[in-house]
């Protein structure tokens, strides 16, 4: 593993340096403390695993978040600046490397952008009818109507795992551009997730009832982790493929993780790691079930955003393998174990 399990130094040196510059946050860059530390730990993650395009990636959705927002490129700049000059003044920071250049790198980058806006949901998809009447349902606030598109589709004899993949991922994937481009707001959002949760609580009679195979996941978002719907998508999947699940959910703490992996005797754990800052806590986590003596056996699997963006990042954070979809995933775990 050669991501660091003491995560984000780097990140908590410059916020530190910022404020002793008296740069207030707020004032020069147009963004919240959160905002801020999520910025830094971004770039915190990138300079260790040495992927300047995943720095550069989220610079951009910065950018483009604030163009949305009507607020100036500059501001994210002057943020990329001012860490310029902290990392040129200290030597801790500058022995990471080539920081500098990279940066400026970045700044390039924003530079030449010119933000491509495109939807997330596909004409010629399948299903897309079903998907565009259901985000047009949920951004009307039509929770029944909403709720009566995914139990037509499934009537239509549509399988869960593509209402799942064609109809409710491109809609959720399409309110997260929705909101990143300020079309909605968070409360928006809210209710487009929780509504979604609850059209996909009508499947579990069917999804519990399939006959087992005797292998055993458990799935969980890391700490501090709250994008949950992507995992709990996956495990739904592995149950219909006959596998007993237990779903964690968002934000678990990993000594949970293990304890629950212990006492379910699982087989397998699936990890799921939405943001880039919350990479080092995934390594951390995956350390600490190595170093378990009772979770020796256990085979990790983990997937999202940063995984995609990455190929070889699953190596680096000590996993056993990657999934980019569902299918992907089952695939993989049922050539690790033969049903018993
Ligand atoms: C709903 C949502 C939220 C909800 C989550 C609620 C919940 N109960 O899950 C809330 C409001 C909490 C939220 C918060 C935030 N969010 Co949000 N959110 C979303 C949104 C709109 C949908 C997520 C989703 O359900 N997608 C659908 C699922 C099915 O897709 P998926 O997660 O990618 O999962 C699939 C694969 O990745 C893979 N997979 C996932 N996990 C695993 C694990 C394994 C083992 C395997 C094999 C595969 C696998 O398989 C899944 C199924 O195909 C996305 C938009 C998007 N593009 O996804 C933004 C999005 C992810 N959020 C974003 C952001 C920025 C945030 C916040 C930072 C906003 C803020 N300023 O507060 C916070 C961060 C909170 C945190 N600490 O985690 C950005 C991330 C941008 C980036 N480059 O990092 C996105 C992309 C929105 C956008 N377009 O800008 N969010």
New binding site residues.
Partial sequence: MCISSEPNDLSSVILRDLHSHSISPLENYALTR??LE?FLRTLSVSIEINALHVFV??AL?SCS?HRHLGLQDSNIKRLIYDIVCIVKNKHAVNEKGQLVHWLNNAINAIDLNEAAEVP?MDQQAPNNIYAHSYLRLLLSGDKYNAMNVISDAANSNITIEAIY?TI??PV??E???L??TNKIT?AH??FC?ATT?LCMSQFYPKIFSTPKIGRKMVATCVN????????R??TDVFELNGWQTIFLG?NVPSDGVISMANSFSTDLL???T???ANVPVTANLIQMVRQDKSCRHIKI?????PF?LRGTLWQEVGADG?????D??IKLANSWFAPR
């Avoid at 699997?301 to 955003?305: L, R």
């Avoid at 990657?322 to 569902?326: F, L, N, Q, T, V």
């Fill in positions: 959160g905002e999520l990636d989220y959705w978040r997330c993949f409710i991922q959720m994937r309110i997260g551009r909101w990143h968070v959002e809210h997730t949760l501090g982790e709250l994008h949950e719907m992507g995992m998508m996956l968002a699936a990890v799921s939405t943001l880039v699997i983990v997937g999202g955003y995609t990657y999934g980019e979809s569902a992907d995933a």
